[in-house]
């Protein structure tokens, strides 16, 4: 569908070019009267350099966009595209009030002092024009990313030439890393001056979780940590062979040495009447809740068969 309607734009652009070129050269419109206080030859003319101008430019879009979005990576797609869209409405721009001027010189000088203007007048915007440049070219997140910017926290659906959208996680409405359903529009230049988290960036999807669990002092430690590690195995132990591979791989890009585990591991705090236990794993940011929860209630079904070895702090306080 895109590409005969490129071709048809393109086809129409080189017609209406030959037919204002014709009418500008040519006295054979010299019988028409005045339009709009001008000669027609100039008014028909223009305009029909003006609408070749357009739907040369937009064909050749089109045509390239369309030849962008059969690349694999989807996000460089998106990216691209959004480049050419710039590059493509700035040259339009000109070129259509190039052909209306008729001067290039007087054009590009007015333009450079409207645009000293428009740079005091519309300093937010252009903060946000410049900050997508940036989010292009260094990629701190990009299309289907979970990202915190400043206080919204979501998954990227939309980076523009002024704003990122984000698919709301957690909100007011809901809490545990779950979609709100809400949609948040996140001006581009709050990237310049907030933090931005990216909840799986850095070259590898995968992140860090844990799961905690308070038990007693009289709790067979060792026997609860056996526990906790043999089902996170159970229940993530292949999805964490993959991704430590790919953690790994993105360590190794960066001057930052780490030590990383094969397996899950339990880590050990002392609380006031308790001890908390709380196994590290590699999941799916998008997987983290979902994972959390299942991981809880297997080690909790388990603690239970073995009342002996695991006791639970109990409160006396009333």
Do not use: C
């Not at 002392?270 to 590290?280: A, F």
């Not at 068969?305 to 306080?317: G, K, L, N, Y």
């Amino acid at each position: 569908m895109r590409r005969p309607l490129a071709l048809g734009a393109v086809a129409l652009g080189l017609v209406a070019g030959a037919a204002g070129g014709l009418a500008t050269t040519t006295d054979i419109l010299g019988g028409w009267p005045d339009l709009f206080g001008y000669a027609a030859t100039l008014v028909v003319g223009r305009a029909l350099l003006v609408v070749a101008v357009v739907s040369i430019l937009y064909g050749s879009y089109l045509l390239v966009v369309g030849v962008v979005m059969r690349m694999t990576n989807k996000r460089r797609a998106y990216n691209t595209r959004n480049v050419l869209r710039l590059a493509f409405g700035f040259i339009g721009t000109i070129a259509t009030l190039a052909v209306v001027t008729e001067n290039w010189l007087g054009l590009l000088f007015s333009l450079g002092i409207v645009g000293f203007a428009i740079t005091f007048a519309l300093q937010q915007p252009l903060l946000s024009l410049i900050a997508w440049v940036y989010i292009t070219i260094k990629q701190p997140y990009g299309i289907g990313d979970r990202v915190r910017i400043d206080d919204a926290k979501g998954d990227v659906i939309g980076v523009d030439f002024l704003v990122t959208t984000l698919w709301e996680i957690n909100g007011d409405l809901v809490t545990t890393n779950q979609p709100s359903g809400r949609v948040v529009t996140v001006p581009n230049s709050v990237v310049l001056s907030s933090n931005v988290v990216n909840f799986g960036g850095g070259g590898s999807p995968y992140v860090w979780n844990e799961v905690g669990v308070q038990v007693a002092y009289e709790t067979d430690l060792d026997f609860a940590k056996a526990v906790m590690i043999e089902e996170t195995t159970a229940l993530v132990g292949e999805e964490m062979a993959a991704g430590i591979a790919a953690y790994r791989e993105a360590l190794a890009d960066t001057p930052v040495e780490l030590e990383v585990h094969d397996r899950p591991t339990v880590n050990v705090s002392q609380g006031e009447s308790w001890v908390e236990l709380r196994v590290r794993y590699l999941t799916h940011p998008r997987r983290g809740q979902r994972v959390k929860n299942r991981l809880y209630e297997r080690i909790l079904a388990r603690f239970n068969e073995d009342p002996d070895r695991v006791a639970f702090p109990v409160s006396r306080s009333r």
